[in-house]
């Protein structure tokens, strides 16, 4: 699973090399990258646009049939309408120097956004994270996003590509809630495993603190740059993290 990130500019450069190349951060701290989450309505993406965020993520999905919108939207489910579509928002993002992360939470909006990407893949010159939920994970349902026909529809269009692959979770606050187990890090692992590109996990930061072994597992079998070029600086932000755990902004690279 040995895997190098692309060179400055391209999709797949690292995150903290972009923006410590760029004056954003001043070292190479995964927890020094801050996002806007959701930034799928206009409101929201103007507000992350102007922001000091530098990660803008959103959520891209097909319209409702009987909508008058026929390409992908900006919407996160049980939503399955906007006045933003993929189109505008990329528009206007392409004018920030903002790295971006789009969450796919169904198959049929992949390759449509896919092509509208490939429109305007000239003027990104940063980080692009493609994400969807590909493998049940804690307290999460089965609705998962199906792993080989995703990766290979965005790796048809984007080879350089950085893959950002996760779970369902859930959190129940009335009970206590088992983290991730063996099993479903080991099943990322054998998905991983056969990809060139650099990978990052998003994970929900609640439940970091009871799997921390199996992270720590998951990063060092990685051996790749989006996730593990400096393992110690991982572990540093992996428990920086645990102690911010409902920090809104802060992502496990």
Same mark, same amino acid.
């Given at each position: 699973?040995?895997?190098? @990130?692309?060179? &400055?500019?391209?999709?797949s450069? #690292?995150? %903290? =090399?972009?923006? *410590?190349?760029?004056?954003?951060?001043?070292?190479?701290?995964?927890?020094?990258?801050?996002?806007?989450?959701a930034?799928?309505?206009?409101?929201?993406?103007?507000?992350?646009?102007?922001?000091?965020?530098?990660?803008?993520?959103?959520d891209?999905?097909?319209?409702?049939?009987?909508?008058?919108?026929?390409?992908?939207?900006? @919407?996160?489910? &049980?939503?399955?309408?906007?006045? #933003?579509? %993929? =189109?505008?928002? *990329?528009?206007?993002?392409?004018?920030s120097?903002?790295?971006?992360?789009l969450?796919?939470?169904?198959?049929?909006?992949?390759?449509?956004?896919?092509?509208?990407?490939?429109?305007?893949?000239k003027h990104?010159k940063?980080?692009?994270?493609?994400?969807a939920?590909?493998?049940p994970?804690?307290?999460?349902?089965?609705?998962?996003?199906?792993?080989?026909?995703?990766?290979?529809?965005?790796?048809?269009f984007f080879?350089?590509?950085?893959?950002?692959?996760?779970?369902?979770?859930?959190?129940h606050?009335?009970?206590?809630?088992?983290?991730y187990s063996?099993?479903?890090?080991?099943?990322?692992?054998?998905?991983?495993?056969?990809l060139?590109?650099?990978?990052t996990?998003?994970?929900?930061?609640?439940?970091?603190?009871?799997?921390?072994?199996?992270?720590?597992?998951?990063?060092?079998?990685?051996?790749?740059?989006?996730?593990?070029?400096?393992?110690?600086?991982?572990?540093?932000?992996l428990?920086?993290?645990i102690?911010?755990?409902?920090?809104p902004?802060?992502?496990?690279l």
């Amino acid at each position: 699973m040995e895997t190098t @990130a692309g060179g &400055p500019g391209s999709w797949s450069e #690292n995150i %903290l =090399q972009y923006f *410590l190349r760029n004056n954003h951060i001043k070292t190479e701290d995964g927890a020094q990258i801050t996002w806007y989450h959701a930034a799928n309505h206009k409101a929201q993406m103007n507000e992350a646009l102007k922001s000091t965020a530098h990660m803008i993520e959103a959520d891209v999905l097909l319209p409702s049939e009987g909508s008058d919108q026929s390409q992908p939207i900006m @919407a996160h489910p &049980p939503e399955t309408s906007s006045d #933003n579509t %993929l =189109q505008e928002w *990329l528009t206007e993002v392409t004018k920030s120097n903002k790295g971006i992360k789009l969450d796919f939470k169904s198959l049929a909006a992949v390759e449509p956004a896919m092509m509208l990407l490939e429109n305007v893949k000239k003027h990104l010159k940063r980080p692009v994270w493609i994400n969807a939920d590909i493998l049940p994970g804690p307290n999460g349902n089965s609705r998962v996003v199906d792993a080989k026909p995703f990766i290979d529809t965005v790796t048809s269009f984007f080879p350089d590509v950085t893959f950002s692959l996760g779970w369902t979770t859930g959190w129940h606050p009335e009970k206590v809630n088992e983290g991730y187990s063996w099993t479903m890090v080991k099943e990322m692992e054998c998905i991983c495993n056969e990809l060139s590109q650099p990978v990052t996990f998003p994970v929900r930061a609640a439940l970091v603190r009871q799997s921390c072994s199996q992270f720590l597992w998951l990063l060092k079998k990685s051996n790749r740059d989006s996730c593990n070029e400096n393992v110690h600086l991982l572990c540093l932000s992996l428990l920086s993290i645990i102690f911010s755990l409902f920090s809104p902004f802060i992502c496990i690279l």
